[in-house]
């Protein structure tokens, strides 16, 4: 017996047009910049797949939040153009602005919290330096991004106090809403209410380390190494240790390495905790590969 087998063919929909509607904090270049990073895929004149339209929204929210647009909502919609195109809005309601408001260090001991929260800089807000009056005057736009850069500058600030193994190892966040009225009599200098995001920091300061014992591994080039790249890290046995002297140090070993055409140059800090000692100190040692 016979049969007829018929196959309807659908042409997929091409994307004639995208529009945004309701964006304030980001333009249409920051967008498509955006998009572009983001490898999101859709453009126009290609064929319409919904798999990257929620991949736009989803960036598009992270876009938003990154200017403070935490509470923003983005709603696609797919509007058939014929016979066979269609135009895709996305509709954005941003939502209140959320600033960074208090911010609080529990577990920090032997640095103040005026000094701690100056190590945020993604956090802190701007203000007059040294002023315990307009030290705060303008919040930092809120951006989950940011606070995990603030922890690893604030853990960053330890370390060069000596603190090797200091660590943020959890946060919390409050959203709260604004309240009172501006102090400030000058009008340009009022700051608009918006939502603050109270950030818990917790934090582990562990011991203070001193430099220990430095030593140098495959080193062919000088044949007496401890005495001529022990003296690039300006950190004597016995110091505090300082995590940014020996990143300094390092960046002098390349260069002096450069001097003699071993532009390939790449060492490796290697360390050992001896924790029973008193004080506790470092052990370093630095292998070497001189390259070509």
């Known amino acids: 017996i016979g049969r007829i087998v018929r196959f309807v063919l659908v042409e997929r929909r091409v ?47 992270e876009l938003l939040a990154e200017r403070g647009r935490q509470y923003a909502r983005v709603e696609p919609q797919v509007r058939q153009i014929p016979p066979s195109s269609i135009e895709v809005v996305f509709l954005i309601e941003e939502g209140p602005k959320v600033k960074v408001g208090t911010i609080d260090i529990e577990g920090n001991t032997v640095i103040s919290d005026r000094k701690a929260r100056g190590f945020m800089k993604p956090l802190r807000p701007i203000g007059i330096p040294h002023s315990y009056i307009l030290e705060n005057l303008f919040a930092r736009t809120f951006d989950i991004r940011r606070l995990e850069g603030g922890k690893e500058m604030l853990r ?13 190892i959890n946060h919390e966040i409050t959203m709260r809403e604004p309240t ?31 430099r220990g014992k430095m030593s140098f591994t495959d080193v062919k080039l000088f044949r007496t190494p401890d005495l001529i790249l022990g003296g690039v890290f300006g950190m004597p046995e016995g110091a505090i240790f300082n995590v940014e002297r020996l990143r300094k140090g390092l960046e002098s070993m390349k260069n002096l390495y450069g001097e003699f055409g071993h532009i390939d140059f790449v ?26």
Request: net charge positive; no cysteine; glycine share 6%.
């Open 180 to 210: 009172g009225r501006s102090l400030l009599p000058i009008p340009f200098l009022r700051k608009k209410k918006a939502k603050k995001a109270d950030i818990k920091i917790f934090f582990e300061e562990g011991p203070r380390y001193y």
């Open 156 to 168: 960053n600030g330890y370390q060069t106090e000596g603190y090797f193994k200091a660590a943020a």
């Open 267 to 292: 060492g490796e800090p290697n360390f050992e905790f001896n924790d029973d000692d008193d004080p506790p100190t470092i052990d370093l040692n630095i292998t070497v590969d001189e390259g070509k």
């Open 15 to 61: 994307v004639r047009t995208i529009r945004y509607e309701g964006n304030k904090s980001a333009t249409i270049s920051d967008i498509l910049e955006r998009f572009k990073e983001r490898k999101v895929g859709l453009t126009v004149e290609d064929r319409y797949d919904p798999t990257r339209v929620q991949r736009a929204v989803v960036v598009l929210k």
